[in-house]
């Protein structure tokens, strides 16, 4: 197969980053968006790139995702993904599945499946959760571990730590703001083809059986493809990005069919404080915490622009151009004082 042009993006979440491991998360940016190009450069999908990079960031005990995930109130791994394919409109995620190395990879088999016939009729499935993805991806020969290898020792700590108070009734305890690092990954080549795809372990100490935004549809992954064609990856509390399908908001937001002065990043902006900030389904809500990335390309003039937002104090990400020999990381934080209840919204321009 011929090499692929195109860009891919990816982020490490929308979240509170320790400031000693900036670098660090900068640098697995930059690792997973070079594997994402050199799987473009093979002739593969801006699918496969997409999942590919993810699969690196969720090998990271950097991340929550995959290994290195955050740990449910039992003590365990329950991991949720999902990818879209905007060539063929196809979806597929997981969610609260335990024992998958990758969790984005049994996403996109069961996107990819989608176009199996299978016998009597039947409708092959788009979206599964716990045990019986878990049986589906042996049944696949997608790998397999057992639960306690995707257990890392910082992951542990980290749960200890809140169990512990947790367990104290009279201790005050909030859990619901560290570590939103959601992880994720969109893709365009230079005839349009776009996906997405995300990746998380959830919020820490979330009960059983939990599915957050990246298992849902419209609220993890975003990807359609046209004249524009556009893909999202978020990150954030995933009861927030639920709510207001946020991955799908996003993307729609600067499709230019609706604002036609160009300005993508104000229409985004707009967006954000309107539909996510602003949303009535989060009023009783003190703090909105979210964020994505956004690739937008119109194959027509060959012109593109990554976009990203965030409602947290950090989002950290990188990206790649597949004609540019290194890959670019970065951190875009927010003022204290807005953190939650507006959003910061950047971007570049590219070209193939």
Known sequence: MEANE?????????????????KKYQKLCKLACERGCDVLRDGK?????????????????????GFGSNLTLKGQVECDASVMDGSRLLFGSVGAVSGIKNPVYLAQRLCDNQTVKISHGRVPPAVLVGPGAHSWAMEMGVETIPMENLVSAQAK????HYKKKLDDPGGKIKVSGPRLDT???VCVDSFGDVAAACSSGGIILKTPGRVGQAGVWG??????????SIGSSTSGCGE????????RTIAEAVDGRFEGDGNYARSLHDTVNRNFIGSEFLQPVEQKMGGGIIVRYDRKEGLGDLLWTHSTPSMILGYMNSMEKRAVGLTSTLEAQHVGKKAVVQGIPFKF
């Not at 195109?6 to 900036?22: D, M, W, Y």
């Not at 700590?157 to 200890?160: G, L, T, V």
């Not at 609220?219 to 524009?228: D, F, R």
């Not at 927030?240 to 991955?247: G, M, P, R, V, Y």
């Open 45 to 65: 999908t801006p699918m496969d790139a997409a999942v590919a990079a993810t699969m690196v960031l969720e090998d990271s005990p950097l991340t929550n995702a």
């Open 219 to 228: 609220c993890g992954v975003w990807a359609k493809q046209g004249i524009v």
């Open 6 to 22: 195109g860009l891919i993006a990816v982020h490490v979440g929308a979240g509170q980053h320790s400031e000693a491991l900036k």
């Open 183 to 185: 992880v994720g990954a």
């Open 157 to 160: 700590k980290i749960y200890h």
């Open 240 to 247: 927030h990005l639920i709510k207001t399908t946020l991955a």
